[in-house]
């Protein structure tokens, strides 16, 4: 079941696979120098390198007892030599694998950043995007305020039409002089006439 779901992580992310792989074959030589000083080392070998062997064994050999119907049946330890072998080939294992996990969560985590990273962006794109529309919208409605207070077209046409008729007064030629004031001038004219007469 953890080898599918490794499985699926690592299909899931292309480049990991990839760097899984290549990992893995870097990890190899790293393997086997643990398992070269496993086989050296008493301390390895007796702490290291047996426990994991002779738990392995025991728990491969009691599942094929079972399998094939012998229950209760004793299981004998490896030999230190054989648990040693297979303790630093589990060790080289257990090398690889971690070291391999330990990339696949790292390039999840960068994943999950760069993720977060373009969500923020589109985020920040989001309220600007807002923001711009409630500007929009601030100045939709002052110019929606200025066309209502703006007077309606009948009294500017009404306006108009009265500024027309003051250009045509103002244009318009004096009007001539009534008949009463042209008797009038007759009558002071031939008055002065008369009075040079008398002196």
Same mark, same amino acid.
């Given at each position: 079941?953890?080898?599918?779901?490794?499985?699926?992580?690592?299909?899931?992310?292309?480049?990991?696979?990839?760097?899984?792989?290549?990992?893995?074959?870097?990890?190899?030589?790293?393997?086997?120098?643990?398992?070269?000083?496993?086989?050296?080392?008493?301390?390895?070998?007796?702490?290291?390198?047996?426990?994991?062997?002779?738990?392995?064994?025991?728990?491969?050999?009691?599942?094929?007892?079972?399998?094939?119907?012998?229950? &209760?049946? !004793?299981?004998?330890? +490896?030999?230190?030599?054989? #648990?040693?072998?297979?303790? =630093?080939?589990?060790? %080289?294992?257990?090398?690889?694998?971690?070291?391999?996990?330990?990339?696949?969560?790292?390039?999840?985590?960068?994943?999950?950043?760069?993720?977060?990273?373009?969500?923020?962006?589109?985020?920040?794109?989001?309220?600007?995007?807002?923001?711009?529309? &409630?500007? !929009?919208?601030?100045? +939709?409605?002052?110019?929606? #305020?200025?066309?209502?207070? =703006?007077?309606?077209? %009948?009294?500017?046409?009404?306006?108009?039409?009265?500024?027309?008729?003051?250009?045509?007064?103002?244009?318009?030629?004096?009007?001539?002089?009534?008949?009463?004031?042209?008797?009038?001038?007759?009558?002071?004219?031939?008055?002065?006439?008369?009075?040079?007469?008398?002196?």
């Amino acid at each position: 079941m953890p080898l599918a779901t490794a499985k699926m992580v690592v299909g899931a992310f292309p480049m990991a696979k990839l760097l899984y792989l290549g990992i893995r074959q870097v990890s190899k030589p790293l393997a086997n120098r643990i398992k070269e000083a496993a086989r050296r080392s008493e301390f390895f070998k007796t702490y290291i390198c047996l426990p994991p062997a002779q738990l392995y064994h025991w728990v491969e050999m009691r599942t094929k007892m079972r399998i094939m119907g012998f229950r &209760g049946t !004793v299981i004998k330890p +490896l030999n230190e030599e054989a #648990a040693a072998e297979l303790g =630093a080939e589990l060790l %080289g294992e257990a090398t690889v694998f971690i070291v391999g996990g330990g990339c696949l969560v790292l390039e999840y985590w960068r994943h999950q950043a760069h993720q977060r990273h373009k969500e923020e962006e589109q985020s920040a794109a989001w309220d600007a995007l807002r923001d711009e529309v &409630g500007r !929009v919208a601030l100045a +939709l409605e002052a110019l929606q #305020a200025q066309v209502q207070a =703006a007077p309606p077209p %009948g009294a500017l046409e009404e306006l108009q039409a009265q500024m027309q008729e003051v250009r045509a007064q103002l244009c318009a030629p004096d009007p001539p002089p009534a008949p009463q004031a042209a008797s009038t001038s007759q009558e002071v004219s031939s008055s002065e006439e008369k009075e040079p007469a008398e002196a």
